[in-house]
């Protein structure tokens, strides 16, 4: 089966930067789309950010020129490099794969990581 794990979570202060990692196996996953999503505490899961296999990317408006969505297929990594951080980051993040770019926009992925968790401190 297809494993996805993330990594790099922690406590940061506001207006720091922090680097997550995404770690693929079991199965190629360079033609899918790569997502990152996020859950705060009472709210839904939401879309963060996006790549597609020829590194095309879009991001959620929130996030706009502090967040970048990277990948690696031949170390079938995906990586989001998180700058200029404020509370409202603090979440879960997951990061996700699907052959669907709709489906990764709506928060929706065939596979899912564990994820791991972003606190932002002011």
């Known amino acids: 089966q297809v494993q996805l794990v993330e990594s790099g979570g922690g406590l940061v202060q506001a207006g720091g930067s922090l680097r997550l990692s995404c770690a693929a196996s079991g199965r190629d996953l360079r033609t899918y789309f790569m997502g990152w999503f996020r859950q705060a505490p009472g709210k839904e899961r939401e879309f963060v950010a996006t790549i597609s296999w020829n590194l095309h990317t879009i991001y959620a408006d929130s996030v706009k020129g502090r967040f970048t969505i990277s990948r690696d297929n031949a170390k079938n990594m995906v990586y989001l490099q998180m700058d200029s951080l404020n509370s409202e980051d603090t979440a879960v993040y997951y990061c996700?794969?699907?052959?669907?770019?709709?489906?990764?926009?709506?928060?929706?992925?065939?596979?899912w990581g564990q994820g791991t968790q972003v606190t932002v401190s002011s």
């Open positions: 996700g794969a699907d052959q669907v770019f709709g489906r990764i926009r709506g928060a929706r992925a065939d596979y």
